[in-house]
């Protein structure tokens, strides 16, 4: 019976030695697991390395925009300034005045333009502008020669005399300019006999 009784208890010791054994196996499995998210963390640190390459745009950027500065600053330089004499008749159309106007030009063309928009208005709000009514077309010059194309309004039409000075004031304000040796007009780009028909026009009129 003694016997029976040790064998029974080695058995007992042994199951119970052997499940002990196999629930110590999952705890190890278990805690290896939460160890495994910790592999996830590099992935955070890629971003940073692009940040470089977003600041080289605002390098170029700012290089390419010195060259329009600086073009704007030789436009500006190359901007002249001549003082004229622009003539203009009295109210009572009696005789020519003269007033003195600062024009500003980057070429040629725009300089003889400047100079005839400064015939179409006065300093003096009495005085008579003779060219104020009459539209210049075009103005070029030709080996000496400024030609000019009008169009006379009917509304810009004047009598002999104020015609005449029409001219004076035309001829005496361009020819200030040392370069133009003669002055062509053309009437919507014909070379009338006369102006406005009261006075001969010369092709051209040449510097006196």
């Known amino acids: ?46 971003p940073t390395t692009e940040q470089p390459n977003e600041e080289k745009p605002s390098d ?15 436009t500006k330089s190359e901007k002249q300034e001549k003082s004229l004499d622009v003539f203009v008749s009295d109210d009572q159309l009696m005789e020519l005045k003269s007033y003195k106007k600062t024009i500003q030009f980057s070429n040629d063309d725009e ?11 006065s300093d003096n709000d009495k005085d ?37 000075f029409a001219l004076d004031a035309l001829t005496k304000t361009l020819f200030q300019f040392d370069e133009v040796k003669a002055i062509d007009i053309l009437v919507d780009g014909k070379s009338d006999e006369s102006l406005m028909g009261h006075v001969t026009l010369k092709h051209p009129i040449k510097r006196p």
């Open 60 to 74: 170029e950027t700012t290089k390419s925009e010195q060259p329009t500065t600086d073009k704007g600053q030789e």
């Open 111 to 121: 300089k003889y333009q400047s100079a005839l928009q400064a015939l179409k208005t």
């Open 128 to 164: 008579i502008p003779l060219w104020e009514k009459i539209d210049f077309k075009s103005v070029k010059m030709d080996k000496g020669t400024l030609v000019l194309d009008i169009h006379i309004p009917e509304e810009g039409h004047l009598g002999a005399g104020g015609e005449a």
């Open 1 to 46: 019976m003694k016997t029976r009784k040790w064998w029974a208890l080695a058995a007992a010791v042994l199951s119970i030695t052997i499940i002990s054994a196999c629930g110590a196996k999952p705890t190890t499995n278990g805690a290896a697991q939460p160890e495994q998210p910790t592999a996830e963390q590099p992935t955070t640190e890629q």
